[in-house]
């Protein structure tokens, strides 16, 4: 007997909704940049001519990686929402978040390799096209 597609929920739970699909060109990349000489962030140009751009700082709390999803999702946060800071007197250093490498994963998404040696999240198009902040696509971000 075959348990393919079997997906198991804890009872009481309702099991959550896939989004939506967007469509292909929506998803495509036409030019990715990644702009770690500079550190502003990466942009894409994507194939149903849209542009979208991220700072590094948003994309590093937006991680999809299962780690910094289920603390995201403990501490209530949306992805690219910041951490809550304690109150110090004096406020510890910490380098801006940024990639030290970026890499193509397949045809389907960008490995950012950061600064604080965290290089497991991988951002797939449809992940970042849903992250996109402008309110053309907030439209689309929530399906």
């Given at each position: 007997m075959s348990h393919e597609g079997i997906r198991f929920v804890p009872a009481g739970s309702a099991p959550s909704a896939e989004p939506a699909a967007l469509p292909a060109a929506a998803v495509t990349p036409a030019k990715v940049r990644v702009h770690i000489s500079e550190g502003t962030g990466v942009e894409i140009?994507?194939?149903d001519g849209h542009r979208?751009?991220?700072t590094f700082a948003f994309l590093r709390?937006?991680?999809?990686?299962?780690?910094?999803?289920?603390?995201?999702?403990?501490?209530?946060?949306?992805p690219g929402q910041p951490k809550s800071q304690p109150k110090l007197v004096l406020p510890l250093f910490k380098p801006a978040p940024k990639p030290t490498s970026?890499?193509?994963?397949?045809?389907?998404a960008l490995r950012l390799n950061w600064n604080d040696s965290h290089n497991s999240g991988i951002y797939s198009?449809?992940?970042?096209?849903?992250?996109?902040?402008?309110?053309?696509?907030?439209?689309?971000?929530?399906l």
């Open positions: 140009d994507w194939q979208s751009n991220w709390q937006a991680c999809p990686c299962a780690t910094c999803a289920e603390e995201r999702s403990a501490d209530g946060r949306a970026a890499e193509r994963v397949g045809n389907y198009w449809d992940y970042l096209r849903r992250l996109c902040n402008c309110p053309a696509c907030a439209q689309i971000s929530s």
